[in-house]
């Protein structure tokens, strides 16, 4: 089936710590991934994405991680700052060639950064 | 600020009616993508518009249609509205058609049907 879940609803962790917010997805097929933000009363904020031809991709204090073989998606945030609490989602993309655009959004994860 | 505008910022409307939803995308994007947030569903990909063609489906019901003028706004229409139908609704743009580039939300529509 189409499905892109996450393990945990809810994260809260201590500021200045690592955070790591985990994805998995169904769909073999697909071929790119993204992890989007979203602040309480905002839409949603591009943070990173990776190709599936990657399995690694670093950003500034962000990091994805892409496992292929379970199918499964990480976000990784360095030193983890009270302006980082928000919903993140992961997506997934099959079909990026154009012709078949489709974007499947996960539930969320909700990070709390506690001070 | 993204530089995708939405308006209304908030509407509210009876069962049964319509509603017409308006989006101006960033400067020089030609794709526009809406989608719907709702508590139970989470963000579900609507409908993509390419420089005025429809490019691609997502979970839109028949009740509900969208255009892409030639200024490159985008409008969504919500017809015979019902109380399931509230919800938020945003408006991304980017660049290419392609799935595989940066989309740029706007801040949203909210959607309350009574």
């Known amino acids: 089936g189409e499905s892109v879940g996450l393990h945990l609803p809810t994260l809260s962790v201590q500021e200045g710590d690592n955070s790591i917010i985990n994805c998995a997805y169904s769909n073999s097929a697909s071929d790119y991934f993204i992890w989007y933000k979203q602040e309480s009363g905002k839409g949603p904020q591009f943070i990173i994405d990776i190709r599936s031809n990657m399995d690694k991709r670093q950003g500034q204090r962000v990091t994805v991680l892409l496992n292929k073989t379970v199918k499964h998606l990480s976000l990784q945030i360095a030193a983890t700052q009270p302006g980082d609490s928000a919903v993140y989602f992961c997506?997934?993309?099959?079909?990026?060639?154009?012709?078949?655009?489709?974007?499947?959004f996960g539930k969320g994860t909700l990070l709390t950064v506690n001070p | 600020d993204s530089g995708v505008t939405q308006t209304p910022k908030h509407l509210i409307t009876a069962t049964g009616q319509r509603v017409t939803l308006r989006c101006s995308p960033r400067?020089?994007?030609?794709?526009v993508y809406w989608y719907q947030q709702s508590l139970d569903q989470g963000l579900q990909f609507l409908i993509q518009?390419?420089?005025?063609?429809?490019?691609a489906k997502g979970n839109i019901l028949e009740r509900f249609s969208a255009q892409q003028f030639p200024d490159l706004h985008s409008e969504l229409n919500l017809s015979s509205l019902e109380l399931g139908d509230s919800a938020l609704y945003f408006c991304a743009s980017s660049v290419r058609a392609s799935g595989d580039n940066e989309q740029f939300f706007g801040p949203g529509t909210r959607l309350t049907v009574l």
């Open positions: 997506a997934e993309n099959r079909g990026s060639g154009g012709s078949n655009y489709k974007l499947t």
């Open positions: 400067s020089g994007d030609l794709s």
């Open positions: 518009y390419y420089n005025g063609e429809e490019r």
